[in-house]
């Protein structure tokens, strides 16, 4: 199975992409911190699961960025922006 993760930057550029967001890794566009879960209660924003080998990530994954945790509500930095 193959798991791929939704990793959203400050400013919301959004990379997805099969590995989580470690804690000091930055977006490749503008520099600013990626996270892949909320903040406050770390709940992951978006995770796809694939049984099978992918390479690559699937091209059909469609992504709407979402403002705010699902879970608990906390607005996301880019929210703000």
Known sequence: MSNF???IC???HVNITYRR???DERCQECGAPLID???QCGNLI???HYYGMVYLTPKNLKFER???CAKCGQVFPWADK
């Open 5 to 7: 993760y939704a990793r």
């Open 10 to 12: 400050e400013s919301g």
């Open 21 to 23: 967001a470690k804690e």
């Open 37 to 39: 879960s909320c903040p």
């Open 46 to 48: 978006k995770q796809w």
């Open 66 to 68: 979402p403002d705010s």
